[in-house]
């Protein structure tokens, strides 16, 4: 899990004096056909499935839902031209 942040961080730190961005989007845990398929195919008791898919419903979101939340704020960001950071 520290494997991403690490690299962000050095990627971040060799491209310093350039103007190029480094970002990482990190939107939590999103239901997927592929998270919905492994699960159907570890589980083969149905109330067992039930249960896990009700847990994926709380703790999760659907991509669509993310995308629209996240998608413009991607797109709206700015550079400030100072610190290297981009901001909105």
């Given amino acids: 899990k520290a494997g991403l942040p690490q690299l962000l961080k050095t990627l971040h730190a060799e491209q310093k004096k350039t103007k190029v961005g480094i970002h990482a989007i990190s939107p939590g845990m999103v239901i997927t056909d592929l998270l919905m398929h492994a699960t159907a195919t570890e589980e083969r008791d149905p109330k067992e499935l039930k249960r896990r898919n009700r847990i994926f419903n709380i703790l999760a979101e659907k991509p669509s839902t993310v995308a ?3 998608v413009p704020k991607v797109l709206s960001v ?3 031209g100072n610190s290297g950071t981009y901001q909105k």
């Fill in 68 to 70: 629209s939340w996240l």
């Fill in 78 to 80: 700015s550079y400030d």
